[in-house]
T-cell receptor
Framework: DAGITQSPRYKITETGRQVTLMCHQT?????MFWYRQDLGHGLRLIYY???????DKGEVPDGYVVSRSKTENFPLTLESATRSQTSVYFC?????????????FGSGTQLSVL | GENVEQHPSTLSVQEGDSAVIKCTYS??????FPWYKQELGKGPQLIID?????GEKKDQRIAVTLNKTAKHFSLHITETQPEDSAVYFC??????????????FGQGTILTVHP
């Protein structure tokens, strides 16, 4: 049972480059989320998706793009990376039925923008 | 929007002591309050949650209390063990459906349990 996996685990990029962070889940959960974790801010929601082809903005969406063509994948793209996007990014998913709010998180991607 | 404040930012206890982490929230419409534990190099993991129609919930050594009037909730860990050392996050959300996943997190508490 692979669960929810994120790749890459670590990524270093330069300002202005496009970067895509991958998220894959094997549970067929309908709901998927992207959070970023920064010291002093906890985790903040970037985007979420209720199902394939349904996405919506969270608290801090600027500079990010998401897509959900398949239920199991939810990639996050930084179109033109900035230093302020240096962070740890967590993908999460939750069940579609009897949604009780329990999120299952991936292990995270540590992104550094130089 | 919702704002969640968490205190303390760091907490150091001796093994066997109790630990208490407190959170306050701003939106009286919030009705779901989970607590997540994050170990080093891993993603957060749900350890306990409480809904606004309940004042207290226990699960072995951990408990959560909620005071809706004061808009605060707390995590209590009794008989702490070294493996309880981690970062703990409180969170709040309102509504149903996808709103449950749209959590507003506190800033986190680094708990260290000394053997």
């Amino acid at each position: 049972d692979a669960g929810i996996t994120q790749s890459p685990r670590y990524k270093i990029t330069e300002t202005g480059r496009q970067v895509t962070l991958m998220c894959h889940q094997t549970w067929s959960h309908s709901y998927m989320f992207w959070y970023r974790q920064d010291l002093g801010h906890g985790l903040r929601l970037i985007y979420y998706s209720a199902a394939a082809d349904i996405t919506d903005k969270g608290e801090v969406p600027d500079g990010y793009v998401v897509s959900r063509s398949k239920t199991e994948n939810f990639p996050l793209t930084l179109e033109s990376a900035t230093r302020s996007q240096t962070s740890v990014y967590f993908c999460a998913s939750s069940e579609s039925e009897g949604f009780d709010g329990k999120l299952f998180f991936g292990s995270g991607t540590q992104l550094s923008v130089l | 929007g919702e704002n969640v404040e968490q205190h303390p930012s760091t907490l150091s206890v001796q093994e066997g002591d109790s630990a208490v982490i407190k959170c306050t929230y701003s939106d009286s419409a919030s009705n779901y309050f989970p607590w997540y534990k994050q170990e080093l190099g891993k993603g957060p993991q749900l350890i306990i949650d409480i809904r606004s129609n309940v004042g207290e919930k226990k699960d072995q050594r951990i408990a959560v209390t909620l005071n809706k009037t004061a808009k605060h909730f707390s995590l209590h860990i009794t008989e702490t063990q070294p493996e309880d050392s981690a970062v703990y996050f409180c969170a709040a959300s309102k509504g149903g459906g996808t709103s449950y996943g749209k959590l507003t997190f506190g800033q986190g508490t680094i708990l260290t349990v000394h053997p």
